[in-house]
C-alpha cells in the first residue's frame, strides 16, 4: 500500500504560479510511475502530467510548455510547477502513484484544491 499526501493548492490570479507537492509513504519502493491528475466540476478526471521512475514525463497538450513535473531527490516526492494559470486550470488536483509490474495499480492522494480567479 501507498499512502499519498498532497499540498500546496490554493487561489491564484489568472497569469500566477503555484507548486504543488505530493509525499508518499508506505511500500515505496513499488512505485514504478508518479503523476498529477485534476478533475473540474462536471468534467472527467484527466491526466495533467506524470514522471516514471527513469525520468520520462508526460504532459496534457492543455499544460505543455506551462507546467513542469519533477522528483525530489528522495524519489517518494513529485512535485508539479504551475506557471501561466489560466481560468480553466481550475479543478482538484489529485496526485497518483503507479505500482506493480504487468498489472498496475493506482494509488490515489485526498486531492488539492487550484483555483485560478481575478
Known amino acids: 500500500q501507498v499512502q499519498l499526501v498532497e499540498s500546496g493548492g490554493g487561489l491564484v490570479q489568472p497569469g500566477g504560479s503555484l507548486r504543488l507537492s505530493c509525499a508518499a509513504s508506505?511500500?515505496?519502493?513499488?512505485?514504478?510511475?508518479m503523476g498529477w491528475y485534476r478533475q473540474a466540476p462536471g468534467k472527467e478526471r484527466e491526466l495533467v502530467a506524470a514522471i516514471t521512475e527513469g525520468g520520462s514525463t508526460n504532459y496534457a497538450d492543455s499544460v505543455k510548455g506551462r507546467f513542469t513535473i519533477s522528483r525530489g531527490n528522495a524519489k517518494n516526492t513529485v512535485y508539479l510547477q504551475m506557471n501561466s494559470l489560466k481560468p480553466e486550470d481550475t479543478a482538484v488536483y489529485y496526485c497518483n502513484a503507479r505500482t506493480g509490474v504487468g498489472v498496475y495499480r493506482y494509488n490515489w492522494g485526498q486531492g488539492t484544491q487550484v483555483t485560478v480567479s481575478s
Open positions: 508506505g511500500s515505496i519502493f513499488s512505485i514504478n510511475a
